[in-house]
C-alpha cells in the first residue's frame, strides 16, 4: 500500500466516523425532542383530567384517593397497551397529578404519597423495575413542586419515605434497590434549594454585625 492509499484510508475512515456521528447525534437529539414533547404532553393530559375531575366532583378530600389510583391505572395500561415501559410516563403521570390536584387546591403532599405508593405497587404488578419507577415517581412529583412554587425539599423527604415504604411491603429486594436509587434525593434537594438562596449569617442581623465590625 503505497503512502498515498494510506492517507486516503485514513481521511476517508476520519470523514466517515464523523458522518455516522453526526447522523447519530442528530438522531438521538431527535428522539430527546420528540420524548420531551410526549412527556410534556402527558403532563398536560393527566394534570387537565385531574383538575377537572375535582373540579366536577367538588371534593378534593375524599376523591382524591380513587382519582389518582385511577389515573395511575390508567397509565399502565396503556404502556402496556402500546408496548412502551412504564418507566417513560411514570414521571410526567406524578407530576401531572400533583399539579392537578394543586390546581384545584389540594394537598400536594397526600398527592406525593398516592402517586409514589401507586407507581411502586404498580411497578410491581406489572413486572417494571420497581427502583427505577420508584425514582421516577419521587422526580416528577419534585418536579411539579418546583414548578408551582411549593417546598420541594419537604416533597422530597415525603416521595421517598413513601417510596421506600411502598417497597418494603413488596419485599427485600425491592426496598434495598428502592434505597439504592434514591439514595441522595432529598440531600440533593437540599443543596440545590440552598445554592439559589442567600447564605445565612448565623444569629446576628447583618447590621449589627457590621456595626460591630466598625466598633
Known amino acids: 500500500m503505497t503512502d498515498n492509499e494510506t492517507t486516503n484510508n485514513t481521511t476517508c475512515g476520519k470523514e466517515g466516523l464523523g458522518k455516522i456521528g453526526t447522523q447519530v447525534k442528530d438522531g438521538i437529539i431527535g428522539c430527546l425532542k420528540g420524548i420531551n414533547e410526549i412527556e410534556a404532553e402527558i403532563v398536560t393530559l393527566v394534570r387537565s383530567t385531574v383538575s377537572n375531575t375535582f373540579k366536577t366532583t367538588g371534593d378534593v378530600t375524599r376523591e382524591s384517593v380513587n382519582v389518582t389510583k385511577d389515573v395511575l391505572k390508567g397509565a399502565m395500561e396503556a404502556t402496556s397497551e402500546v408496548g412502551a415501559g412504564l418507566m417513560v410516563s411514570t414521571k410526567s403521570v406524578a407530576k401531572g397529578v400533583v399539579m392537578g390536584v394543586n390546581d384545584v387546591g389540594g394537598d400536594v403532599l397526600t398527592a406525593t404519597e398516592l402517586t409514589v405508593k401507586g407507581a411502586v405497587k404498580g411497578a410491581y404488578e406489572t413486572g417494571a423495575d420497581v427502583a427505577v419507577v420508584a425514582r421516577r415517581a419521587v422526580d416528577g412529583v419534585i418536579e411539579a413542586t418546583k414548578e408551582i412554587g411549593g417546598n420541594a425539599e419537604e416533597t422530597a423527604k415525603v416521595a421517598v419515605t413513601d417510596a421506600i415504604e411502598a417497597a418494603s411491603a413488596i419485599g427485600n429486594t425491592a426496598v434495598n434497590s428502592a434505597k439504592g436509587i434514591l439514595i441522595g434525593v432529598v440531600e440533593g434537594v437540599k443543596e440545590v434549594a440552598g445554592s ?5 449569617r448565623g444569629r446576628s442581623e447583618p447590621s449589627e454585625t ?5 466598633e
Open 196 to 200: 439559589t438562596l442567600p447564605k445565612k
Open 210 to 214: 457590621s456595626e460591630s465590625r466598625e
